[in-house]
């Protein structure tokens, strides 16, 4: 039994928490609305705190799952953040997707206090975190990894230190960068097929066997076809990584043409009331322009 604390509890945080006090850990959690963070508790049975030091006090590790930058930086830092309870030797997972600066700054503050931080941002959406079937992407260093690992495969289905601090949230970068081309290009797909008089599902039953298939195809044509779009990572949240990737690309050189794109496509379903709609709503997009 490790002596864990979990900061935020949305969608992903909650369950991935759940599983953790369900493995027989010692979890106590907070969230910014403390009437979730009681939820929490009363439904598995650990406990939640009022601010992220209070939470992390005595905890071996410190799990979070908030929203942006700005958003990890109020749970780890000040007097109420998480690094000012936490113990020389303890270690700070982040499961958020942040921008690799701030985990390279976030990792330096920690390591002033003798804290391990590992980046660990998350792929696998709402269903990979309530069956513990996420894709963990990591930065940091070996040894706290290493202790990291075996608490996080609570929720994960795979889970792989890809280098050193910052290399999990560019790893991430790489993850979104290719899912922004897929949606599209699937939208498109099924955008063409109802021009063209097909039925949609017999298009897709049959492509998505050869070498067009793709997660994206197989968990979300048939929503995308019923027009529902309440399914998975929402549009506002997908604006905010793709922008962290195109930062990311203006600093290294990389050259993201359809990834700008798409983040375009993106900005229009925000202006049409969509910024709450999942990442495939791109289909909807399409069929609205006839």
Not at 19 to 24: I, K, N, R, V
Not at 62 to 71: L, P, T, Y
Not at 99 to 108: F, N
Not at 210 to 239: K, L, P
């Amino acid at each position: 039994m490790t002596k864990i604390a979990f900061l935020g509890l949305g969608v992903m945080g909650y369950p991935m928490a759940g599983h953790l006090q369900a493995a027989g850990h010692d979890v106590t959690v907070y969230n910014r609305t403390a009437s979730k963070a009681q939820a929490w508790a009363d439904q598995h049975g650990g406990s939640s705190a009022a601010t992220p030091a209070q939470a992390a006090a005595g905890a071996e590790m410190v799990m979070a799952c908030v929203g942006n930058d700005d958003d990890l930086r109020s749970v780890c830092l000040g007097d109420d953040g998480a690094f000012a309870g936490m113990e020389a030797g303890s270690i700070f997972v982040d499961h958020t997707t942040v921008s690799a600066a701030v985990t390279r700054a976030l990792y330096d503050a920690a390591a002033v206090r003798d804290i391990a931080f590992v980046d660990a941002p998350i792929s696998g959406g709402q269903a990979g975190a309530e069956n513990a079937q996420l894709s963990v992407m990591c930065g940091g260093d070996q040894a706290a990894y290493d202790r990291a690992e075996a608490v996080i495969a609570h929720y994960a289905k795979l889970c792989r230190r890809i280098g050193d601090s910052g290399a999990g949230q560019m790893t991430k970068m790489c993850n979104q960068i290719a899912i922004a081309g897929l949606v599209q290009g699937l939208s498109e797909a099924l955008h063409f097929a109802d021009k063209a008089g097909l039925d949609g599902a017999a298009v897709v039953e049959v492509i998505s066997q050869g070498a067009a298939g793709s997660w994206q195809m197989s968990n979300r044509y048939q929503t995308m076809i019923a027009d529902e779009f309440d399914h998975g990572f929402a549009v506002d949240w997908m604006r905010k990584d793709l922008g962290i990737c195109l930062d990311a690309a203006n600093e290294n050189g990389a050259s993201l043409p359809v990834t700008a794109l798409v983040d375009q496509f993106y900005k229009d379903l925000q202006k049409q009331g969509g910024g709450r709609w999942d990442t495939s709503s791109l289909f909807k997009r399409l069929q609205a322009m006839g």
